[in-house]
């Protein structure tokens, strides 16, 4: 006789029902010592009971018991959903007719055991039917089991598939957001250029008037596009951040020069305040740290009715990292507000893009870029008291002896420059970027003009193509190109 393993002791207890204590107490006693969790109750109304509140794993019941006997009370157990194939096993002390017998087992008896029992007989059959009914639930279990995998495994086909179509997506909102970037950047190169143009030739005031909204629009227009690309780009995770030398004093010497103009004009005023710098020249996105800073000084002074704007640049040299404050006594928001700030198209409120204009994606945008290049972008703000943006980049300092000569070279006096310009481009509208023959003959290059249907050779300067290069002392061939995509 051996006991049940841990599986089988952690089931349900068997019931045993019968109307006689010394009953109870002898099966009760057999039972347990074969390993068996059992319980008694002493009536077919208290099994009952118990049933509705207790699961058991198998009775043994008296069929002569008062009040209700043994078959009504297995008539009434059946009725439950949960205990449809529960093992009962009748005793009785005779055998009485077959139609006794056909009786119990019309009421869902599934053996007889007749006084007096065999203590063998009773636990060998109690035995068996309980570990038919362990294989019963564990079979139960292991369908449950099974169909949960089963629906897990749908549900990670649907997930899969709904993963595939996201990416579908993404890829397409890429590429229609790269060929709508373009279709709108090559009409507005066009009205911006050709404004531009526009600007220096002989015009009244008003047409000047009008000829600056338009070339402000443009640029306003051509900023809103470069950030819904940018934006994308971010999202999609195919944003790359470069890794080359840079001049710190040269671009803060830019902003500089871009800020002090906007904010005389807006009656504020700027400072860019350097402290503990020990060098220039580092490694990095400088690009993109131009873009952020350039952000956070556009809000500032848009933002900022009077007072001023400051920049403060210092260096953490333990941290390895350069400190960047953007300093204003603007219109400033609130905590609520602060905290939501750097999400994309969010703003103070509605009425600043009444007031100033913008999307919300530029701080969106710098903060997402600060986070790629490794560094971090926080605001301290009060309502109505101004805000202040800190933002901290780990750079690299370069080695002297690539940056210094680079930056020396670049400052030595301009040498008399030659060269070929080779100009592709199927868009007429940026062609006729080309056509003022004043000012073409500043400068004598000789430029390569490919169109879709034709090639020319002409003698044309152009100052807006060639200033970059000649600022920077360059000398070698020059490829312009608005459209890679030109058959």
Request: overall charge negative; proline content about 3%.
């Amino acid at each position: 006789m051996s006991n049940f393993s841990t599986t089988e002791k952690s089931l349900p207890p068997v019931m045993v029902v019968d109307d006689k204590k010394e009953n109870l107490y002898s099966f009760k006693t057999i039972l347990t010592n074969a390993g068996f969790d059992v319980v008694t109750v002493d009536s077919g109304v208290k099994a009952l009971k118990y049933l509705i509140k207790q699961p058991v794993s198998l009775v043994l019941m008296d069929v002569q018991m008062p009040e209700m006997n043994g078959f009504e009370t297995a008539r009434m157990v059946r009725q439950r959903q949960e205990y449809h194939d529960l093992p009962i096993l009748f005793i009785s002390a005779t055998l009485n007719s077959d139609e006794f017998i056909r009786n119990g087992y019309e009421v869902g008896a599934y053996d007889y055991l007749t006084k007096p029992i065999d203590n063998q007989v009773l636990v060998n059959k109690v035995q068996t039917f309980h570990s038919l009914y362990c294989e019963k639930l564990a079979l139960e279990e292991k369908n449950r089991a099974t169909e949960a995998l089963n629906k897990a495994l749908m549900n990670n086909e649907v997930l899969q598939q709904a993963v595939e179509s996201a990416k579908a997506a993404s890829i397409a909102k890429d590429d229609f957001l790269a060929s709508m970037s373009h279709e709108l950047r090559t009409p507005l190169t066009s009205i911006i250029g050709n404004s531009e143009f526009l600007a220096e030739s002989e015009l009244n005031t008003d047409q000047q008037g009008l000829l600056q909204s338009v070339l402000i629009s443009g640029k306003s227009l051509l900023y809103l596009v470069n950030d819904i690309l940018d934006s994308a780009k971010i999202e999609s995770g195919k944003f790359e951040i470069d890794h080359a030398e840079f001049d710190l004093s040269v671009l803060l010497h830019e902003v500089k020069m871009i800020f002090s103009k906007r904010a005389k004009e807006s009656g504020l005023l700027f400072q860019v305040e350097e402290e503990h710098l020990k060098s220039h020249h580092f490694v990095g996105d400088g690009k993109r740290l131009g873009q952020i800073l350039i952000n956070l000084l556009g809000n500032a002074v848009k933002l900022t009715q009077e007072g001023r704007v400051t920049l403060e640049v210092s260096e953490d040299s333990a941290a390895h990292q350069i400190r960047f404050v953007v300093e204003d006594s603007g219109i400033g928001m609130s905590h609520e507000v602060a905290e939501r700030i750097f999400k994309p198209f969010e703003q103070a409120d509605h009425s600043i893009s009444n007031r100033f204009g913008g999307t919300g994606l530029g701080l969106y945008i710098s903060s997402s870029l600060a986070t790629l290049m490794q560094g971090t972008l926080r605001v301290e703000s009060e309502q109505g008291k101004g805000s202040r943006f800190e933002l901290l980049i780990p750079l690299e300092q370069a080695e002297p002896t690539t940056m210094v000569p680079l930056v020396q070279q670049q400052r030595a006096e301009r040498p008399q420059l030659t060269g070929t310009v080779l100009i592709a481009e199927v868009d007429h509208s940026i062609t006729s970027l080309i056509h003022p023959l004043t000012t073409l003959r500043q400068v004598k290059y000789r430029i390569k003009w490919l169109t879709k249907n034709s090639t020319t050779t002409i003698f044309y300067g152009i100052n807006f193509s060639l200033k970059n290069r000649m600022n920077n002392c360059l000398n070698f061939p020059l490829f312009l190109s608005n459209d890679w995509g030109a058959p």
